[in-house]
């Protein structure tokens, strides 16, 4: 990933930081009998991997939650939940995951459908995408919920028409009404959750994550798994700030910059602008089939951009949520706005649909392109998913448009949406090079896009999130003075066959010039 040396023979690294880069004898001379030697002979050195958008403390809880994906029908979805329903210790709530829109297939959810589920334990069901979740009577009762609410922004409390709800709750300010009365698990379970889900990045190759979900606690908890070691990540967080997020409250971020410990930092702030096509909450140039899809979640565009400005002035970044076509253009024109423009320091999220004619801006703003090619797996070729249903034909060919972005001169980052995709940036390989999931049942690209070469799809796990994040001298490149994050593979994942990659072997990972995973 150096353009002077983009091959060598060996690396070293002194007290985290690589002092050498070249063939054998040039980097032994840099060694002493001191010196640890790895022998990574037949395999390929790449930088450690950055997952450029995830939820790493939400994923590692729903991970110990009841699984959904797959389920074939209502039947199987209350099968699963019956059988966590008897794991339950005194007084937790059923937690579930991975529930796609199509096993409710055209029927409207009610709380009722769960049958005899709907009066036990209180219930809280993630869909796969984290945008609508599904709850039973018992925990609308636990959080008051009897009808509609002004949430401050278009989540909603889906009700009857008599103004009953029905436990559909859309978009992030909707769920967290039940959500937050929802008891958390014991600290000393959580931090063994947590613990347990950096592990398993650590394996994959995965040495840094941009976390895309967080609040003044998320700065406390990275604080504490930092001084106690256990962060064996490099975290960059972004604070999510909603529409009705109180001004004081804004203020404060403002005043507290970007504080930042040895192996994370507050980056910036999050902010959603829409939601999702599946459901009808995203933001389209165009109404979807079914008429929605009309408006933001932000009531007040301009109080949007007149935030972003707020924060550009404060020296933060901001990265903004944006699926449909609408919400990609009218964030492209809140960074516009900013003093000096984005000045490389601003991010879209998610772009599944990009406008025709907008991918030349990211480059010429200098605004960086997030995505996660690891979704085209819930669209299937023969257009009869959810997300296909919804879209005219242009849109659905120009989904996921990261070909076109990185011929546009964008910078591209990857990732993996975790938990509503598997954070193994494996697979995210594969999806970038081949426009599908690996064991897609269909093997037919989604869109007409190009899929990445295997080295464009490597930096948008490396070159393109160090740059994201403003942190391209000393990140996302094997060099000295670069830190010592690094994977060896049983070979080059950037250049052995695409049906190999997602099954890569991954034979060790260095986060700071330290082992953090070592199969043997």
């Given at each position: 990933?150096?353009?002077a040396r983009?091959?060598?023979?060996?690396?070293?690294?002194r007290?985290?930081?690589?002092i050498?880069?070249?063939?054998?004898?040039?980097?032994?001379?840099?060694?002493?009998a001191?010196?640890e030697v790895?022998?990574?002979s037949g395999?390929?050195?790449?930088?450690?991997?950055?997952?450029?958008?995830q939820h790493?403390?939400?994923?590692?809880?729903?991970?110990?939650?009841?699984d959904?994906?797959?389920?074939?029908d209502?039947?199987e979805?209350r099968?699963?939940?019956w059988?966590?329903?008897?794991?339950?210790r005194d007084?937790?709530?059923l937690i579930a995951?991975?529930?796609e829109?199509a096993?409710?297939?055209?029927?409207?959810?009610h709380?009722?459908l769960?049958?005899?589920?709907?009066e036990?334990?209180?219930m809280?069901?993630?869909?796969?995408?984290?945008h609508?979740?599904?709850?039973?009577?018992?925990?609308l009762r636990?959080?008051a919920?009897?009808g509609e609410?002004?949430?401050g922004?278009r989540?909603r409390?889906v009700?009857t028409?008599?103004?009953?709800?029905?436990g559909?709750l859309?978009?992030w300010?909707?769920v967290?009404?039940v959500r937050d009365v929802?008891?958390?698990?014991a600290?000393?379970?959580?931090?063994e959750?947590y613990?347990?889900?950096i592990?398993a990045q650590?394996?994959?190759?995965?040495?840094?994550?941009?976390?895309?979900?967080g609040?003044?606690a998320?700065v406390?908890?990275?604080?504490?798994l930092d001084d106690?070691?256990d962060?064996?990540?490099?975290?960059w967080?972004?604070?999510?700030?909603?529409a009705?997020?109180p001004?004081a409250?804004?203020?404060?971020?403002?005043?507290?910059g970007r504080?930042?410990?040895?192996?994370?930092?507050?980056?910036g702030i999050?902010?959603m602008?829409?939601g999702?096509?599946?459901?009808?909450?995203?933001?389209?140039?165009?109404?979807d089939?079914?008429?929605q899809?009309?408006d933001?979640?932000w009531p007040?565009?301009?109080r949007?951009?007149s935030?972003v400005?707020?924060?550009?002035?404060?020296?933060?970044r901001v990265?903004?949520?944006?699926?449909g076509?609408?919400a990609v253009?009218a964030t492209?024109?809140?960074?516009?706005q900013?003093?000096?423009?984005s000045a490389?320091?601003h991010r879209?999220?998610?772009l599944?649909?990009?406008p025709?004619?907008?991918?030349e801006r990211?480059a010429?703003d200098?605004?960086t392109?997030?995505?996660?090619?690891?979704?085209?797996?819930?669209?299937?070729?023969?257009?009869?998913?959810?997300?296909?249903?919804?879209l005219d034909a242009?849109?659905r060919?120009h989904g996921?448009r990261t070909?076109?972005l990185?011929?546009a001169?964008?910078?591209?980052?990857?990732?993996?949406?975790?938990p509503?995709?598997?954070f193994?940036?494996?697979?995210?390989?594969?999806a970038?090079?081949?426009?599908?999931?690996?064991?897609?049942?269909?093997?037919?690209?989604?869109?007409?896009?190009?899929?990445?070469?295997?080295l464009?799809a490597?930096g948008?796990y490396?070159?393109?999130?160090?740059?994201?994040v403003?942190?391209?001298?000393?990140?996302?490149?094997?060099?000295?003075g670069?830190a010592?994050?690094?994977?060896?593979?049983?070979?080059?994942?950037?250049?052995c066959p695409?049906?190999?990659v997602a099954?890569?072997?991954?034979r060790?990972?260095?986060l700071?010039?330290?082992i953090?995973?070592s199969p043997?």
């Open positions: 990933m150096d353009p983009p091959w060598a023979q060996a690396v070293a690294w007290d985290g930081i690589v050498a880069v070249g063939d054998d004898d040039a980097v032994r001379e840099v060694c002493d001191r010196t790895v022998d990574g395999g390929g050195v790449t930088p450690g991997l950055v997952d450029g958008h790493l403390f939400r994923g590692a809880v729903l991970a110990h939650g009841v959904l994906a797959g389920a074939a209502l039947d979805v099968h699963r939940l059988r966590g329903r008897g794991r339950l007084g937790e709530w995951r991975g529930l829109y096993t409710l297939g055209d029927r409207a959810y709380h009722q769960l049958g005899d589920l709907d036990a334990v209180p809280l069901i993630w869909s796969f995408d984290l609508t979740a599904y709850v039973n009577a018992a925990a636990a959080a919920v009897t609410r002004d949430l922004d989540s409390i009700c028409d008599a103004g009953d709800p029905t559909e859309r978009e300010a909707a967290d009404v929802a008891p958390d698990p600290p000393d379970r959580l931090r959750w613990r347990e889900a592990q650590n394996a994959v190759g995965l040495t840094g994550i941009h976390q895309m979900d609040d003044g998320t406390e908890l990275l604080r504490e106690s070691g962060l064996r990540l490099r975290v967080l972004y604070q999510f700030v909603y009705s997020t001004d409250t804004v203020e404060a971020m403002v005043r507290g504080p930042a410990g040895r192996r994370w930092r507050a980056d999050k902010i602008l829409d999702v096509i599946d459901t009808g909450t995203a933001w389209l140039e165009r109404p089939a079914c008429g899809c009309r933001a979640i007040d565009i301009d949007f951009a935030r400005r707020q924060f550009h002035a404060a020296g933060l990265a903004t949520h944006a699926i076509d609408r253009r492209l024109d809140a960074y516009a900013c003093p000096g423009g490389g320091r879209i999220e998610h599944e649909t990009v025709d004619g907008t991918a990211f010429r200098e605004v392109a997030s995505m996660q090619p690891i979704a085209m797996g819930w669209v299937a070729p023969d257009q009869s998913d959810p997300w296909s249903q919804r242009r849109r060919a996921w070909g076109d990185v011929d001169g964008a910078v591209v980052v990857l990732g993996s949406d975790w509503v995709g598997t193994d940036p494996r697979h995210g390989l594969f970038a090079r081949e426009r599908r999931a690996p064991g897609a049942a269909d093997p037919r690209p989604v869109g007409d896009t190009r899929g990445l070469t295997g464009e490597l948008g490396t070159t393109g999130p160090a740059r994201a403003g942190a391209q001298g000393w990140s996302g490149r094997l060099a000295p670069f010592a994050d690094l994977v060896l593979w049983a070979e080059d994942p950037a250049d695409v049906t190999d099954e890569l072997p991954v060790l990972t260095v700071a010039g330290d953090v995973h043997v």
